[in-house]
Every structure is written in structure tokens, then in C-alpha cells.
């Protein structure tokens, strides 16, 4: 069974940066989509990045330019770089993995983390 973990969320002040990490056991499988959502409370999830089954980069227009969305296999692990925060940053983040995707539509991925949160100060 695939688990999925984050780490990394907290506080931060505005323009500072995070490294969110999240470790998937037993591993990451090839092929598979990877990504970041996020959820505000009351709100739909947003993709913030997503790697598809090819190995193509998707970014939410929140994250583009200030956030990296990267893996590490060796170490089962996904990562997501958050740099220039802003307090609208302030979300929950998530994880997520799945064989076939939609990268645009949450739904379509079947893993999840059970989220970690960030708060961004102004």
C-alpha cells in the first residue's frame, strides 16, 4: 500500500521560502504523476505543481516563477520549493501521486498525503 507523507510546512514571513518534502512509501514508481495541491479552507483544491507520467512540468499560476516542484528517487521522495511567499500562500499543502492523470484536476490522482500547512506572515 502507498503512503505518502509531508513534511517541511510552517510559518514564515512574506518573502521568505519553505521546502515542503514528501516522503512516499515503499517508493516513487516510474511513470507515475507527482504533484503539490493546495487548499485553503472552504475553497476547491488548486494544483500548485504536478509532474505527469512524462515528465512534464505543470505549474498553477500562484506557483509559477516562485515555486520548484522536484524528486528525488533514491530517496522516495518529492519536493516542493517555495520561494518569494505571500501571506495568500497560507494553505495546507498536499501531496499526491497517481498511475494517470489530469495534472489540471485533482480528482484524477488516487494517493494522498495527509497534508502539511503553511502560514505565511505579512
Known amino acids: 500500500q502507498v503512503r505518502l507523507e509531508e513534511s517541511g510546512g510552517g510559518s514564515a514571513q512574506a518573502g521568505g521560502s519553505l521546502r515542503l518534502s514528501c516522503l512516499v512509501s515503499?517508493?516513487?514508481?516510474?511513470?507515475?504523476?507527482v504533484g503539490w495541491f493546495r487548499r485553503a479552507p472552504g475553497k476547491f483544491r488548486e494544483g500548485v505543481a504536478i509532474?505527469?507520467?512524462?515528465?512534464?512540468?505543470t505549474y498553477g499560476d500562484s506557483a509559477k516563477g516562485r515555486f520548484t516542484i522536484s524528486r528525488d528517487n533514491a530517496k522516495n521522495t518529492l519536493y516542493l520549493q517555495m520561494n518569494s511567499l505571500k501571506p495568500e500562500d497560507s494553505e495546507m499543502y498536499y501531496c499526491?501521486?497517481?498511475?494517470?492523470?489530469?495534472?489540471?484536476?485533482?480528482?484524477?490522482?488516487?494517493?494522498w498525503g495527509r497534508g502539511t500547512r503553511v502560514t505565511v506572515s505579512p
Open positions: 515503499p517508493y516513487i514508481p516510474n511513470n507515475y504523476c
Open positions: 509532474i505527469d507520467s512524462s515528465g512534464i512540468t
Open positions: 499526491a501521486i497517481e498511475r494517470y492523470c489530469r495534472p489540471a484536476v485533482p480528482e484524477t490522482f488516487g494517493h
